[in-house]
């Protein structure tokens, strides 16, 4: 049964870092498309990190890159994305998810929700100013 629990959500002030983890289970971690997508109140789920463990290919949109890094757990099959310098933009909820591996060879298919088949209940980010 495959699993995706996110943590490490939070509030914090604008310039300061968050370190979200997706602890997974259930599917062949190095082989699967994996990837960080964020959902505002009204607004549509987007992408913000992709990675494919195998070869460690990473994709960001324009809004993110610098800011945001995607990476896994050195240990365990635990995504991980580092968020640095916070801006109020980037609160959203977050989550995580999971899918076969091709998705990866593309960017914009690697940061396109209906791509993605195994999603976390998400962590909620709030950035005040």
């Known amino acids: 049964q495959v699993q995706l629990a996110e943590s490490g959500g939070g509030s914090v002030q604008a310039g300061e870092s968050l370190r979200l983890t997706c602890a997974t289970s259930?599917?062949?971690?190095?082989?699967?498309?994996m990837a960080w997508f964020r959902q505002g109140l009204g607004s549509q789920r987007e992408g913000v990190a992709a990675l494919y463990p195998a070869t460690k290919t990473t994709y960001y949109p324009d809004s993110v890159k610098g800011r945001l890094t995607i990476s896994r757990d050195n240990v365990e099959d635990t995504l991980v994305l580092q968020m640095d310098s916070l801006k109020p933009d980037d609160t959203s909820m977050y989550f995580c998810?999971?899918?076969?591996?091709?998705?990866?060879?593309?960017?914009?298919?690697?940061?396109?929700?209906?791509?993605?088949?195994?999603w976390g209940q998400g962590t909620q980010v709030t950035v005040s100013s």
């Open positions: 998810a999971a899918t076969t591996g091709w998705v990866c060879l593309y960017a914009e298919q690697a940061l396109d929700a209906t791509r993605y088949i195994h």
């Open positions: 259930g599917f062949p971690f190095d082989n699967y498309c």
